[in-house]
């Protein structure tokens, strides 16, 4: 495909438990960024990759997320001991690496902490 | 703080009326624009961008937005409204000092027929 790709679409999930979700960017763009969207919100700074490292952290929410990108392609992010705080939409987007470029997203994972 | 500002909530337009979106930005510098369309249970769709040059730029489905430096703003506008533009539109803005892209709030257009 030629898209950004995100796995899972939903997810259900027990406070407490573990998630890692998916990002598979278009192919051949460095750049790869994470965002939470809650309802009626603006998608929210989460986390920025240049390649393999991640470049930017500054909006990760605190130290139950962690995100990698280990060969500077698909990214996951996880999230530990999951809160009801955290059910949002989490969405994903890559850019081919110059600033002036328009970033493309992905369909967005909907989690959910019951 | 950086930040963008969508002051309305939700727009209403007629069919066929001209359309405004609203979208003030707080950042150092010059910073590139842009404009996003979401529509339910869709991932979030480029529009159209401002990098420099002229402050009208023309973008995807009709909708253009005009850069206004002294205003610190960047409005989205569309001469005449379709009923199918009606989706939440977003404003965003990357500062020249970081590859953040910062969202608003978000605009819920609706067109009525």
């Known amino acids: 495909g030629a898209g950004v790709s995100q796995t899972p679409s939903n997810k259900v999930t027990e406070k407490g438990k573990y998630v890692e979700l998916r990002c598979d960017p278009i192919s051949g763009h460095t750049a790869l960024y994470w965002y939470r969207q809650s309802l009626g919100q603006g998608p929210e700074f989460l986390i920025y990759f240049q390649g393999t490292g991640a470049a930017d952290d500054s909006g990760l929410p605190n130290d139950r997320f962690f995100a990698v990108r280990p060969e500077g392609s698909v990214s996951t992010l996880k999230i530990q001991r999951t809160e009801r705080g955290d059910s949002a939409v989490y969405l994903c987007?890559?850019?081919?690496?110059?600033?002036?470029?328009?970033?493309?997203f992905g369909q967005g994972t909907r989690l959910t902490v019951v | 703080a950086q930040s963008v500002a969508q002051p309305e909530d939700q727009v209403n337009v007629a069919e066929g009326n001209p359309l405004t979106v609203k979208c003030t930005y707080s950042v150092s510098g010059n910073p590139y624009l842009f404009w996003y369309v979401q529509y339910p249970n869709r991932g979030l769709q480029f529009l159209l961008k401002?990098?420099?040059?002229?402050?009208l730029v023309k973008g995807s489905y009709g909708f253009e937005a005009e850069f206004n430096k002294s205003q610190t703003s960047f409005h989205l506008k569309k001469p005449s409204a379709l009923v199918s533009d009606s989706a939440l539109y977003f404003c965003?803005?990357?500062?020249?000092?970081?590859?953040?892209?910062?969202f608003g709030t978000g605009t819920r257009l609706q067109v009525f027929p």
């Open positions: 401002y990098i420099t040059g002229d402050n």
């Open positions: 965003a803005v990357r500062p020249l000092n970081t590859d953040k892209l910062i």
């Open positions: 987007a890559s850019i081919p690496g110059q600033a002036n470029t328009e970033a493309f």
